[in-house]
């Protein structure tokens, strides 16, 4: 059984910087595609970004492209949302999910994964 747990998250201002953290433990990090997804209030949960087992392929939302960056370190079993230049329309709950998956493959679905974390709330101000 995989357990995620997420940090990071916090209050910043607008045009601010936050790095999320997902730490996994119970399982192998390295067969598993990863992604963030967030949930803002009175809206659905979204998809924000993905990357493949080894780290190589990256895919993101349109609406955070160029500003967020997903990366992971297999060895520390962690994955990272570095988040810039953020915006109140950023403020959200972020969770960090994980399902097995072959080489190069990456995720956008939230149905299609099978851990989630807890979640971090992400407060962006004006």
């Known amino acids: 059984q995989v357990q995620l747990v997420e940090s990071g998250g916090g209050l910043v201002q607008t045009g601010g910087s936050l790095r999320l953290s997902c730490a996994a433990s119970g399982g192998t990090t390295s067969t598993y595609v990863m992604g963030w997804f967030r949930r803002a209030p009175g809206k659905e949960r979204e998809f924000v970004a993905t990357?493949?087992?080894?780290?190589?392929?990256?895919y993101y939302a349109d609406s955070i492209k160029g500003r967020f960056t997903i990366s992971r370190d297999n060895a520390k079993n962690t994955m990272t949302l570095q988040m810039n230049t953020l915006q109140p329309e950023d403020t959200a709950v972020y969770y960090c999910?994980?399902?097995?998956?072959?080489?190069?493959?990456?995720?956008?679905?939230?149905?299609?994964?099978?851990?989630w974390g807890q979640g971090t709330q992400v407060t962006v101000s004006s």
């Open positions: 990357v493949s087992r080894a780290g190589t392929k990256r």
């Open positions: 999910a994980a399902r097995v998956g072959v080489t190069g493959e990456v995720e956008t679905s939230s149905s299609r994964y099978t851990y």
